[in-house]
């Protein structure tokens, strides 16, 4: 489980991808972006860029979650 804060609908955690201390990461509709290190994607690449698996993989895990 990754800690996040939430502001409205978007979620914001601690960028995976650089070090920091605070959330800088925002996941918002289907895009994500860090403040901090200027990483920019959609939430398919970014499951696939933080867990290194394939696109077919990705989309089959974010159906699991978005299932429960």
């Not at 290190?37 to 159906?63: P, S, W």
């Amino acid at each position: 489980s990754i800690p996040y804060t939430m502001s409205g609908n978007n979620a914001s955690i601690i960028c995976p991808f650089h070090s920091e201390y605070k959330p800088s990461l925002t996941i918002y509709d289907n895009n994500v972006f860090c403040f901090g290190c200027q990483y920019t994607n959609d939430t398919i690449g970014f499951t696939m860029d933080l867990l290194k698996i394939g696109f077919r993989e990705a989309v089959e895990l974010i159906n699991l979650i978005r299932k429960e």
